[in-house]
């Protein structure tokens, strides 16, 4: 990437990124609300399987007749590669192309469209160190707003990246509505869910995003989580064990709603389908009470 790239993606007066209740704060300057459709983001620990959360829900609320949109915000620019059976330009890579005027860019190039009808965005992001990927984030909302894609829009998903002090991390905290915490039944996966909770906490004392609850994933039992999620006010929402489909599924460049038909693919699309459809109708915001780092240190004892 260019020098221009870095500049222009570098915080500066305007777009500063100093960091905020432990997550980086970034104050864009236009409205932060997408419209109507409803607005979710996915997080959790690095390598948990948000990318494929994410884009399988994406699919599951296109089942249900809605119009769905993924938007990727990981530098990786690897969330919606299952839709588009491909490694897509990202926001970043085509503003490149046109000297950063993004009154020269068009929806189509910079939207693709996924299996079933799913649109797809990557926003991309600087090479590590040289500036803020919360900007990225910031920038393609602000694209789509002035091309009119989210008016015809039902639901945005936004598959977040795992760094919880960055401002990619915090961006889509000012867009969504709800937000879900993926996790595994281990210590790491559910100490980074809490720290988790804590920065979508801080950030929901200036937004209206609130906790809609936690995804169980590549987990055979789920007693660890379900014992936290008691302890601090969270809900598991679905369970999804660790199936050596899904990592078939990612190795064909596909989502499980393209896999061939077997009780466990079934299993694992009508959980899908179930999560589609509750966040569809509406769940409530959670009380959530994280803990401090040293008290879930002792919480999370093992046998």
Same mark, same amino acid.
């Given at each position: 990437m260019t020098s221009r790239a870095s500049d222009f993606l570098a915080c500066r007066?305007? !777009?500063?990124?100093?960091?905020e209740d432990g997550v980086m704060a970034l104050d864009l300057d236009y409205d932060d609300d997408v419209g109507a459709a409803k607005v979710f983001a996915v997080y959790g620990k690095g390598g948990i399987g948000k990318s494929t959360t994410s884009s399988n829900l994406s699919v599951a609320f296109s089942k249900l007749g809605k119009r769905v949109l993924q938007i990727g915000c990981d530098p990786k620019h690897d969330s919606t590669f299952t839709l588009t059976k491909r490694l897509v330009p990202t926001v970043i890579d085509v503003l490149e192309s046109v000297n950063f005027h993004p009154e020269e860019l068009r929806p189509a190039?910079?939207?693709?469209e996924g299996y079933?009808?799913?649109m797809c965005v990557e926003a991309g992001g600087p090479p590590a160190g040289t500036g803020c990927g919360g900007y990225v984030v910031g920038q393609?909302?602000?694209?789509?707003?002035q091309h009119d894609l989210l008016e015809d829009t039902d639901v945005v998903i936004f598959d977040v990246l795992g760094d919880v002090v960055c401002g990619g991390f915090a961006t889509p905290l000012q867009h969504a509505e709800r937000a879900l915490?993926?996790?595994? +039944? =281990? !210590? =790491?996966?559910? !100490?980074?869910? +809490?720290?988790?909770?804590?920065?979508?906490?801080?950030?929901?004392?200036?937004?209206?995003?609130?906790?809609?609850g936690v995804v169980a994933n590549r987990s055979a039992a789920t007693d660890e989580i379900d014992r936290f999620n008691a302890a601090v006010g969270l809900k598991r929402l679905a369970h999804f064990p660790d199936l050596d489909v899904i990592r078939r599924s990612r190795l064909k460049k596909s989502t499980l709603f393209e896999m061939d038909p077997s009780p466990e693919v079934e299993a694992a699309q009508a959980e899908y389908l179930q999560l589609a459809t509750a966040l569809w109708a509406g769940t409530e915001p959670l009380d959530v009470r994280?803990?401090? =780092?040293?008290?879930? !240190?002792d919480f999370l004892g093992f046998d």
């Open positions: 007066p305007g !777009f500063p990124c100093p960091e190039d910079y939207v693709y079933n009808g799913v393609t909302v602000k694209l789509l707003k915490i993926v996790t595994a +039944n =281990d !210590f =790491d996966s559910i !100490f980074a869910m +809490n720290r988790i909770a804590s920065a979508i906490l801080a950030k929901s004392r200036d937004y209206r995003v609130r906790l809609a994280p803990m401090r =780092d040293r008290d879930i !240190f």
